[in-house]
């Protein structure tokens, strides 16, 4: 049985140049907002019936993953997207709320579906019109249900977004 | 068999309050407030009616007495559903809790005073169910506004 011989690579002498990349230049936040708008981390709010878009566009067919929006985390405190899929009544909303203050900076908000967005077609005693009403919304998605469609297209809109932000990470400006 | 106890129904429960009527397969009294306490024991204890199905209310804005209670009875022997009507004033709201009786009762009926303010008399927890503490009014009275909110949390803007 031949002995295995294990090649030898030289290494290169250090300090040479061989011509590949040793640095380049972009902006501070603009290399934040590529890293944060890629590794979006949702926190589904789930109430109603748009839960099943939800599960329709993040399974294999259509497939959020895509996007850097895949893993749910299920504590508010791991994620940074707030996805409120579904009606949201008054007695739900100090959930919502205190969901919403739990998650970290830098956080989003999706409010799925046309029932987060404004109520929908609730106006009564129990329905809260809108969860930007209670807390801030970045993108708003109508349709009852949204086509998979639509929501992809929102989480390009939210990475633009994100892409375009100030992202202040030393301090307060930047 | 149907027939039969239709006949006996009608014949031995309350004819007081006049002959009952036949609606999609069921079977519907009227009563007064005070017949409905001895007309569901005897329904459960005679006839076998041992499933309480709901309580609901309806609100009669018109009426001298305003509001329409309905109780849902269905049974595991008998082939045909009981309805119950029992109309109160909006004065005094009132009729007889059946948490003694069927068990389920209690939880609906707190729903039942949620929504239409009916009081139940022997039920003590009547505590909101679906709504809020601090609700106020009862949201499905015909006189309670539409477009009104009692958000618990304060409005951004």
């Known amino acids: 049985m031949a002995a295995r011989t294990v090649p030898i690579v030289p290494a290169a002498p250090t300090g040479a140049k061989d011509g590949a990349f040793e640095y380049l230049t972009t902006r501070k936040d603009e290399l934040v907002g590529w890293a944060r708008k890629f590794s979006l981390f949702p926190y589904p709010f789930v109430t109603a ?126 | 068999m149907a027939t039969d106890l239709l006949e006996s129904l009608q014949q031995q429960i309350v004819p007081a309050a006049g002959a009952a009527t036949l609606s999609h397969g069921c079977l519907v009294f009227s009563l007064a407030p005070e017949e409905l306490m001895p007309t569901v024991r005897r329904l459960k204890e005679e006839f076998g009616y041992d499933l309480f199905l709901d309580v609901t209310a309806v609100d009669w804005p018109a009426d001298a007495l305003r509001f329409e209670v309905v109780h849902h009875f269905a049974s595991s022997r008998q082939p045909l559903r009981v309805r119950l009507k029992t109309r109160v004033a909006a004065a005094d709201p009132s009729v007889d809790s059946l948490a003694k009786l069927y068990g389920s009762a209690a939880f609906m009926e707190r729903e039942c005073h949620d929504m239409y303010g009916i009081a139940f008399r022997g039920n003590h927890d009547l505590r909101p169910i679906l709504l809020y503490e601090g609700f106020t009014g009862h949201p499905l009275r015909k006189d309670y506004p539409k477009g009104r909110e009692q958000p618990l949390v304060p409005y951004r803007n």
């Open chain 1, 49 to 174: 019936c748009c839960a099943m878009e939800f599960m329709a566009v993040s399974a294999s067919p259509y497939d959020t993953d895509r996007f850097g929006a895949a893993l749910p985390r299920f504590s508010p405190r791991q994620a940074d997207l707030l996805m409120v899929v579904g009606t949201v009544t008054h007695k739900q909303a100090p959930v919502l709320l205190k969901v919403y203050e739990q998650m970290c900076e830098p956080k989003w908000v999706m409010a799925f579906g046309v029932c987060a967005s404004s109520g929908g077609f609730y106006q009564n005693y129990a329905a809260l019109p809108g969860i930007d009403r209670i807390i801030p919304v970045d993108v708003y998605i109508p349709g009852c249900p949204p086509r998979p469609e639509m929501v992809i297209d929102g989480i390009m809109q939210l990475q633009d977004k994100i892409a375009r932000a100030q992202h202040p990470i030393l301090t307060r400006t930047f």
